[in-house]
């Protein structure tokens, strides 16, 4: 019984890891330079994103480990997965993070999502224009830059505190 239970949850895993694997082959390809990417969009500002808070904010990394959440307000697993980007950027000072908001219809409805999950990290109002330079395919997507602005990881769906602080390293 214990022998049927490790064999099942082997196949689990292997599946899980093969259908993730599946899922990110859409997104940017990790050792990508951000500004090559922009160049390719060339109607894309990555300096000058909007926030809700009516500030601007740059997607580009600014000398640290950014962390970028591309998140939809009525995505559930973004609502899940959220408090965790929020852990990771209280307890890690040298890490960046930004949240751009993608598929909604007001920015109330981002402000909404931003009071209940309690987000002190800047939240961007993205555009089509954004996810389509990001490749964004599914919610939540996130990429980690390094210092110079270097795509060297990425994920699509929920991740853990741990998880996200690890992809950070």
């Given at each position: 019984?214990?022998?049927?239970?490790?064999?099942?949850?082997?196949?689990?895993?292997?599946?899980?890891?093969?259908?993730?694997?599946?899922?990110e082959?859409?997104?940017?390809?990790?050792?990508?330079?951000?500004?090559?990417?922009?160049?390719?969009?060339?109607?894309?500002?990555?300096?000058?994103?909007?926030?809700?808070?009516?500030?601007?904010?740059?997607?580009?990394?600014?000398?640290?480990?950014?962390?970028?959440?591309?998140?939809?307000?009525?995505?559930?697993?973004?609502?899940?997965?959220?408090?965790?980007?929020?852990?990771?950027?209280?307890?890690?000072?040298?890490?960046?993070?930004?949240?751009?908001?993608?598929?909604?219809?007001?920015k109330?409805?981002?402000?909404?999502?931003?009071?209940?999950?309690?987000?002190?990290?800047?939240?961007a109002?993205?555009?089509?224009?954004?996810?389509?330079?990001?490749?964004?395919?599914?919610?939540?997507?996130?990429?980690i830059l390094?210092?110079?602005?270097?795509?060297?990881?990425k994920?699509?769906?929920?991740?853990?505190?741990?998880?996200?602080?690890?992809?950070?390293?």
């Open positions: 019984m214990l022998r049927s239970f490790i064999i099942q949850a082997l196949v689990f895993l292997v599946a899980f890891q093969a259908l993730s694997f599946l899922r082959t859409s997104m940017l390809a990790t050792d990508t330079e951000l500004s090559t990417t922009a160049k390719q969009h060339a109607s894309v500002d990555l300096d000058n994103v909007p926030t809700v808070m009516d500030e601007l904010v740059s997607l580009n990394s600014q000398g640290k480990v950014t962390v970028l959440y591309f998140f939809a307000p009525w995505c559930q697993v973004c609502h899940a997965s959220i408090g965790n980007l929020q852990a990771l950027f209280q307890k890690n000072e040298e890490v960046d993070v930004i949240a751009v908001a993608l598929d909604f219809t007001s109330e409805e981002i402000m909404k999502f931003t009071s209940k999950h309690q987000l002190t990290f800047p939240i109002l993205g555009n089509e224009a954004i996810k389509q330079t990001f490749a964004v395919t599914g919610y939540p997507s996130y990429y390094d210092e110079q602005n270097v795509i060297k990881g994920s699509m769906g929920y991740s853990s505190e741990l998880g996200l602080y690890l992809r950070t390293l």
